[in-house]
């Protein structure tokens, strides 16, 4: 009887222990299902861990923007998640743009910036970090929220972020990777991807869009063509519009634009002559429905929880302060915006929404590149590099 009852008592102690885990099993299930498969970042609003945590409020955030301010753009994206961050929490908010596109214009607005009282100056781009690398450390009461750069030389030879920095780089590979996946299920197989400069951040969207297209057509059994190529300008011309539209008329049914004007030149293209596109960066999808999706950084959900986790702790500290962070997946701040409504056809939102999850949770993995000389095995896509004559692309 002594070994029946000590039987069942360790039965019951096994199952308790069962129970346990199974309750911080389903904890960190519900933890990670917490970030769903953004499709619009325009109406993000940042929800905090703890609704019922406040901010102090009261303080400065001022954005430091190129000659082109916030009418359009990641700039726009970025004072968006500002204003909203300091109508929700009580900050002030407050813009400013440089005189022009040198580090030096750059510098002259960021010290303004800082010496208007500001708590936190938000920036974004190299050239604002090539500013940032001389005079970050010279207002002390003064922290700065730096995206899609890290503080560097004019060369970039030499990289410091001083402590009162924090940097915020995307992962656009994995944008890349949605825009891949979901064009070669919607049935598109001769692709083109054209970049302004062959630059890390362009090559990754590339490398991404590449990557998501072979797992596409592995999993359906089809073969897909990828054309390449840098046109070396972020102006877009009347060579480069040709040069799309003469892609498209000689069998390529989608291109993936990334950088500077060059979406311009594809909204153009694709009004002649019928084909499709997708770009990245910021949705585009406005300028027509031949442009099936944009590629995107979350700008305004990232500014949004940079700022609240800032705040929060009233400074950079050791885990944020001096170090560089990559925005991606995890939080929900890559994605893939298709219009309203959605403009795929076989690959739907219930689609995206599953392989957002699996790659979040890392079922499905991506491979950052950041120059086309090493690239993955892609039995199913086959890369062709095009180099264009100077002449056919003129700056």
């Known amino acids: 009887m002594k070994k029946f009852l000590a039987l069942l008592l360790t039965l019951a102690l096994l199952a308790g222990l069962t129970a346990c885990k199974d309750t911080e099993a389903a904890s960190t299930a519900q933890e990670q299902h917490t970030v769903t498969a953004p499709t619009n970042d325009a109406t993000f609003v940042y929800q905090p861990d703890d609704p019922a945590a406040t901010l102090p409020g009261g303080e400065s955030v001022v954005l430091v923007t190129g000659p082109g301010g916030t009418e359009s753009g990641e700039d726009a994206m970025l004072w968006q998640g500002i204003q909203t961050f300091a109508n929700t929490y009580g900050y002030t908010a407050d813009a400013q743009t440089a005189a022009g596109n040198t580090a030096d214009e750059a510098e002259a607005a960021l010290r303004a910036a800082a010496e208007s009282g500001a708590k936190l100056v938000v920036c974004r781009g190299d050239t604002m970090g090539a500013a940032l690398y001389r005079m970050q450390e010279n207002y002390p009461d003064v922290h700065y929220l730096l995206f899609d750069s ?26 890349g990777y949605l825009a891949g996946y979901a064009a070669v299920t919607d049935g598109y197989t001769t692709l083109g991807f054209i970049g302004a400069r062959e630059v890390p951040g362009i090559v990754r969207y590339c490398t991404g869009f590449l990557q998501g297209a072979e797992a596409a057509a592995e999993l359906q059994g089809e073969y897909v063509t990828l054309q390449t190529w840098f046109t070396d300008t972020y102006e877009n011309n009347d060579a480069i519009t040709q040069r799309m539209i003469d892609w498209y008329n000689n069998g390529t049914s989608l291109i993936m634009v990334s950088g500077g004007n060059l979406y311009e030149g594809v909204s153009d293209a694709v009004n002649q002559t019928g084909g499709k596109a997708i770009t990245t960066d910021y949705d585009n999808t406005e300028l027509g429905d031949r442009v099936l999706g944009s590629a995107i950084k979350c700008y305004n959900a990232a500014v949004q929880r940079q700022l609240y986790t800032f705040f929060a702790a009233g400074t950079w500290n050791g885990q944020t302060g001096g170090q560089t962070e990559k925005a991606g997946f995890t939080n929900g701040e890559v994605a893939l915006e298709a219009g309203a409504p959605w403009r795929f056809d076989s690959f739907t939102q219930d689609d995206y929404r599953t392989l957002y999850e699996d790659l979040r949770t890392s079922v499905l993995k991506v491979d950052a590149y950041s120059d086309l000389d090493t690239l993955p095995e892609t039995p199913n896509v086959t890369v062709d590099r095009l180099l264009y004559p100077p002449h056919l692309a003129p700056l």
């Open 150 to 175: 890290e503080p560097h030389s004019d060369d970039y030879s030499a990289y410091n972020t001083a402590s009162l920095v924090h940097c915020v780089l995307f992962q656009e590979e994995q944008a």
